[in-house]
């Protein structure tokens, strides 16, 4: 059984940072394509930013682009997301998400096949 928490969430200005994080229960983490995606109220899930398995590599949406970054460290089997320049637009729910096939990072939320609970971050003007 594949487990993601997420912790990190709160209430931050406009302006300020934040910075989330996900640890993955089992010994497969580094086979996992990682991501995180984010639901506002009303609005459909979206994708945020993803890692390919040995973080050579990141994409990001471009309303989070040059602000955010995600990271991880397979040794300890978690993956971070360094929200900065928050604004309004940004609170939601985040999700970490893990993808185990083998097709490459994608961006569509069926392609993971685990998720954490969320988090909430809520940003005020």
């Known amino acids: 059984q594949v487990r993601l928490v997420e912790s990190g969430g709160g209430l931050v200005q406009a302006g300020g940072s934040l910075r989330l994080s996900c640890i993955v229960s089992?010994?497969?983490?580094?086979?996992?394509?990682m991501a995180w995606f984010r639901q506002a109220p009303g609005k459909e899930r979206e994708f945020v930013a993803a890692i390919t398995r040995t973080g050579g590599a990141t994409y990001y949406s471009d309303s989070v682009k040059g602000r955010f970054t995600i990271s991880r460290d397979n040794a300890k089997n978690t993956v971070n997301l360094q929200m900065n320049s928050l604004n309004p637009e940004d609170t939601a729910v985040y999700y970490c998400a893990a993808d185990p096939g083998s097709y490459g990072v994608r961006s569509v939320d069926t392609a993971y096949n685990y998720w954490g609970q969320g988090t909430q971050v809520t940003v005020s003007s």
């Open positions: 089992g010994r497969t983490f580094s086979s996992y394509v």
